[in-house]
């Protein structure tokens, strides 16, 4: 496969580099319709939309996903009014439904007309494909992403006064020995901040899975599943590191560092508690404070910002930590449906936005007017980037750039090593920490991305029922009154998912995880 891509790249590579529709007045247009799950109620009005339509010479119709989106796609597809263009959720088993369907362009038919898409997607079309051997969907958001992702994100002021400069400034990680102890001469030296008790670390937001919170499954090199010496994937759980992680949870919470709210834990809750100024550590994504940081810089002083640091457990090698587990595969599938009237103007659209000059409209905006290339460098106008910092939701709506993320590609640009989108060509202290403090923590999860069986089927019933059974024994462990009651917890949830059938799953996951492998090495 690696080959017929190669091949067809270097024939498209004849054709123009750009494809895209000679701009007409509006009412001559083609019209696209155009589902994007993420939109929310917003208008394709903005001076980036308005750009883009004249640049492919087509309208955008966009439908709006009122109410659930994922409904609102099972609903379109029963009733087979769905529209031109759609994007998914990437790992919903809706993607498989619509492509079963036969309600989706095989896109492999049509790659001589898509000659950006392979030149930008490369082999990330091999991995893509449906088990028949074709493209139905682009994925987006796609590519191995160098941001770095979860670490301890520690109060820097508070860093400082207990270790001193040099070792807030070391890029040197902690141990879970240590921070510990970080954790404990913070609670002598403060034991209320703010007028409130203080809380030593909190968690990110529990989800309905076994991920110990991302942070803590990095910190001891797991991931997303546990593979045996015979290679075969097990749900990690039962990797002997997960019950190590989850004793060093409950230690945390035993001496009264951890957050003791963090089972109900809400995303909006969370910036609350950040920005109350009496919380020193939180252990998730470095972006996940931004919010808190702009109060906290407020509130109490320019030093007072959550900065990322390293924590590994005390017998892992700082460089096999997983604390940056991202999908090369991306987050969406955007496709196009069966109901388009007029497949040459998507194409040439869909062609257009996945190139380089389509990413930098939609990400970069206007050159000349959000951007100029200076010595061959992609260089910011004015004061753009910091008003993206300060207020992004904003900077989207008034100046459209990265109000539209189609066909995003992950990583930054070849010709001059700028990042894939404005905002981020200034970094931060926030975005230095995190690249200086969790290096080689990235790893891709594409392989394992999608695995459990989903739908009615017994085995997927099977499957949802083994993870209900792990989510709920998870917090009880975390929040055992003893190191004893862990063990007794973990072993009875062990015990309830054999009894669940999760060798069954497991069997599942392994014969679409051989069928993957096989694909993409084909």
């Keep these: 496969m690696k ?67 994922g409904e609102k796609l099972s609903l379109m597809l029963a009733g087979q009014d769905y529209p031109d263009i759609i994007l998914m959720d990437r790992s919903s088993d809706i993607v498989n439904k619509y492509i079963e369907a036969g309600a989706l362009v095989n896109l492999s038919d049509y790659m001589d007309k898509l000659p950006n898409v392979v030149e930008m997607y490369g082999d990330t079309l091999n991995k893509t494909r449906y088990t028949d051997g074709n493209n139905y969907y682009l994925s987006n958001w796609y590519g191995p992403d160098p941001d770095p992702v979860n670490g301890f994100i520690c109060r820097y002021d508070i860093m400082v006064d207990l270790l001193g400069q040099e070792r807030a400034d070391s890029d040197e990680p902690f141990t879970v020995s240590e921070m510990e102890e970080v954790f404990k001469q913070f609670k002598e030296k403060y034991p209320t901040l703010e007028g409130k008790d203080s809380v030593a670390l909190m968690l990110s937001e529990p989800k309905k899975t076994d991920d110990l919170n991302g942070t803590f499954a990095g910190m001891y090199g797991m991931k997303t599943y546990y593979k045996d010496e015979d290679g075969k994937l097990h749900f990690r759980v039962s990797d002997p590191k997960y019950l190590e992680a989850v004793h060093s949870l409950n230690d945390l919470y035993a001496e009264g560092y951890l957050d003791k709210e963090w089972v109900t834990l809400t995303s909006d ?84 936005c996945a190139s380089q000059e389509g990413q930098d409209l939609l990400l970069w905006g206007i050159e000349g007017e959000d951007y100029t290339i200076e010595d061959g460098v992609r260089t910011p106008v004015g004061d753009i980037v910091e008003r993206f910092k300060a207020d992004n939701t904003k900077m989207q709506e008034e100046t459209g750039i990265t109000r539209w993320t189609w066909f995003v590609k992950n990583g930054n640009h070849e010709d ?47 499957a949802q029922k083994v993870q209900d059974i792990i989510a709920q024994a998870y917090p009880h462990m975390v929040n055992a009154a003893s190191s004893d009651e862990v063990d007794s917890v973990y072993n009875q949830m062990m015990s309830d998912l054999d009894a669940a059938g999760i060798a069954e799953v497991e069997d599942a996951i392994n014969e679409t995880y051989a069928a993957r492998m096989e694909l993409w090495n084909e």
Excluded: H
Aim: include cysteine; charged fraction near 25%; proline fraction near 4%.
């Design 3 to 69: 080959k017929r891509i190669a091949l067809l790249l270097a024939s498209v590579m004849a054709v123009s580099s750009m494809t895209v529709i000679p701009a007409a007045a509006d009412e001559e247009r083609p019209t696209i319709s155009f589902f994007d799950k993420n939109s929310g109620i917003k208008a394709f009005d903005d001076r980036i939309a308005e750009e883009l339509m004249n640049r492919t010479g087509v309208n955008i119709d966009l439908i709006s996903p009122t109410g659930d989106p």
């Design 269 to 352: 809750l969370k910036n609350q508690k950040l920005a109350a100024g009496n919380v020193f550590a939180y252990a998730g994504a470095y972006w996940d404070v931004w919010t808190a940081n702009a109060s906290l810089n407020q509130m109490i002083g320019e030093d007072a910002k959550y900065l990322a640091y390293k924590v590994v457990a005390d017998d892992v090698d700082p460089d096999e930590t997983t604390l940056g587990g991202r999908s090369s595969l991306g987050w969406d599938a955007i496709a196009i449906t069966n109901n388009c009237e007029n497949l040459d103007a998507a194409l040439a659209f869909v062609d257009y």
């Design 416 to 462: 001059d090593g700028t990042p894939s989108r404005i905002s981020m060509a200034k970094k931060d202290i926030t975005a230095q920490f995190a690249e200086k403090n969790l290096s080689n923590t990235y790893w891709d999860t594409a392989e394992f991305d999608g695995l459990i069986p989903t739908g009615n089927t017994p085995v997927a019933l099977k």
